[in-house]
T-cell receptor
Framework: ETGVTQTPRHLVMGMTNKKSLKCEQHLGHNAMYWYKQSAKKPLELMFVYSLEERVENNSVPSRFSPECPNSSHLFLHLHTLQPEDSALYLC??????????????FGPGTRLTVL | QKEVEQDPGPLSVPEGAIVSLNCTYSNSAFQYFMWYRQYSRKGPELLMYTYSSGNKEDGRFTAQVDKSSKYISLFIRDSQPSDSATYLCAMSATTGGSYIPTFGRGTSLIVHP
């Protein structure tokens, strides 16, 4: 595996379910990100981790809970979601700690549908 | 006013056409400008980046930044059906010590044979 991988690629869940999204980067990067991408809207930054510590939480509802056990793995735990949370969830990583010219490398995303 | 404005399209052009994709922005502190390409069912991939004003060319792609007008462009020459994708602009600044880029909502480009 190379680059940034995400599992599962597709997820359908009910509003009462609990599920987790997984991201893994094989690039030796130090920063990892969760984004939400909804149709016709800009990418919305959700969380940033740098060296396994959360450095930014962009006013995300508590039903989304991130976890970064090490610099290569990032999880997004989901519980009691709403239908409006249906979107493409993208993980990204970058070499440094979110510097000005840090290039972000994105995974393919998890397409989430909340029924 | 949104920080970054980008027309979602779709923009449909014939193969071989010159394509112009644009973004406007309001934050004069933006210094680093990027273009990402996103194919269907894939994550965005960095296409080009420029720092401050000016032009940058890479093969069939030219990125242009006009900071005085707060306007950036991506030109694609001799467009191909394989260029069909969504193109997202992104830009970042040093405000508050956070360099996280701000994205436009993307322009869908369709190049038909």
């Amino acid at each position: 595996e190379t680059g940034v991988t995400q599992t599962p690629r597709h997820l359908v869940m009910g509003m009462t379910n609990k599920k987790s999204l997984k991201c893994e980067q094989h690039l030796g990067h130090n920063a990892m990100y969760w984004y939400k991408q909804s149709a016709k809207k800009p990418l919305e930054l959700m969380f940033v981790y740098s060296l396994e510590e959360r450095v930014e939480n962009n006013s995300v509802p508590s039903r989304f809970s991130p976890e970064c056990p090490n610099s290569s793995h990032l999880f997004l735990h989901l519980h009691t979601l709403q239908p409006e949370d249906s979107a493409l969830y993208l993980c990204a990583s970058s070499q440094g700690t979110a510097g000005l010219t840090d290039t972000q490398y994105f995974g393919p995303g998890t397409r989430l549908t909340v029924l | 006013q949104k920080e970054v404005e980008q027309d979602p399209g779709p923009l449909s052009v014939p193969e071989g056409a010159i394509v112009s994709l644009n973004c406007t922005y309001s934050n004069s502190a933006f210094q680093y400008f990027m273009w990402y390409r996103q194919y269907s069912r894939k994550g965005p991939e960095l296409l080009m980046y420029t720092y401050s004003s000016g032009n940058k060319e890479d093969g069939r792609f030219t990125a242009q930044v006009d900071k005085s007008s707060k306007y950036i462009s991506l030109f694609i020459r001799d467009s191909q059906p394989s260029d069909s994708a969504t193109y997202l602009c992104a830009m970042s600044a040093t405000t508050g010590g956070s360099y996280i880029p701000t994205f436009g909502r993307g322009t869908s480009l369709i190049v038909h044979p």
